[in-house]
C-alpha cells in the first residue's frame, strides 16, 4: 500500500517579514512543501533560497 503524504502549496508575493516562520511552522507536519513566489519584489526569493538550500522537503519556484 502506498504511503500517504501531506504537500504544503504555498503562494506568496512580499512577505519576507513572516515567510521564514510560516514555512519553519508547516515543515513540521508536511513531507513537502512546494513555493510559487509570485515575483515579489522584496527578500522574499532570498530568504525561501536559503530555506530550500537547507531542507530537501521545500521545492521552490519563482512565477511570474
Do not use: W
Not at 502506498?2 to 506568496?12: A, E, P, R, S
Not at 511552522?25 to 533560497?49: E, G, Q, R, W
Amino acid at each position: 500500500m502506498k504511503k500517504k503524504q501531506i504537500i504544503g502549496l504555498v503562494l506568496v508575493k512580499n512577505e519576507d517579514l513572516y515567510i521564514d516562520r510560516v514555512i519553519l511552522n508547516i515543515l513540521a507536519f508536511c513531507d513537502k512543501v512546494i513555493v510559487l513566489d509570485n515575483n515579489s519584489s522584496d527578500n522574499t526569493y532570498n530568504i525561501l533560497s536559503e530555506l530550500a538550500s537547507k531542507n530537501s522537503k521545500i521545492d521552490l519556484h519563482k512565477i511570474n
